[in-house]
């Protein structure tokens, strides 16, 4: 059985910085791109960045592509999201998702989902 989990979440003040992680469990961890998506209480679900089973490719966001990074570290089946100089517009509840092959930017190509962590930025 498949299984990501997201943490690091947590309430950061407008400028800070959080790093949130996705481990996976029940999956050979390399075959699978792995896409991080956020969604603000009213709000879609949105793309933030992804990045393939090797680590080689990652894209981001428009919006956020000048302040967060996304990496992998496959002997621990962990993905991280680094992200600096945080808006309150980044605010939500951030999910990690993983499927076999190729990234996307698109929530429904995603196979496995994680339960979400929550960021709070605010004064």
């Known amino acids: 059985q498949v299984h990501l989990t997201e943490s690091g979440g947590g309430r950061v003040q407008p400028g800070g910085s959080l790093t949130l992680a996705c481990t996976a469990s029940g999956l050979r961890f390399r075959d699978y791109a792995v896409g991080w998506f956020r969604q603000a209480p009213g709000k879609e679900r949105e793309y933030v960045a992804r990045i393939s089973g090797n680590g080689e490719f990652t894209y981001y966001a428009d919006s956020v592509k000048d302040h967060f990074t996304i990496a992998r570290n496959n002997e621990k089946n962990t993905v991280f999201l680094q992200m600096n100089f945080l808006y309150p517009e980044d605010s939500a509840v951030y999910y990690c998702?993983?499927?076999?092959?190729?990234?996307?930017?698109?929530?429904?190509?995603?196979?496995?989902w994680g339960q979400g962590t929550q960021v709070t930025v605010s004064s």
């Open positions: 998702a993983a499927r076999n092959g190729q990234s996307s930017n698109y929530a429904p190509a995603y196979q496995f």
